[in-house]
């Protein structure tokens, strides 16, 4: 099954908005830092992410990544 970019993009901000931010925080522009994600976050993120699409993420995909943006174009990429 193949995903849209518009639908990995709505499930990481729905799961990043499960993990404390506000829904009007959360925007391709937002840091990460800013919306308080940390890396047990982006580990239960990748948990989501492989439980939904099948994929597993390594701790250093998100090794570089600093705003929602870049960590949907990483998922993106990897479930498409």
């Not at 993120?45 to 993420?57: A, F, M, S």
């Amino acid at each position: 099954m193949s995903y849209t970019y518009q639908e990995v993009q709505e499930f990481v901000f729905e799961a990043l908005v499960s993990f404390g931010p506000e829904p009007e925080e959360v925007n391709r522009e937002a840091t990460l830092d800013g919306l308080d994600i940390d890396s047990l976050d982006l580990t239960e993120l990748g948990q989501l992410v492989e439980e939904k699409y099948g994929i597993r993420l390594k701790p250093e995909d998100f090794e570089n990544v600093t705003t929602v943006g870049q960590a949907v174009d990483i998922i993106a990429t990897k479930v498409s």
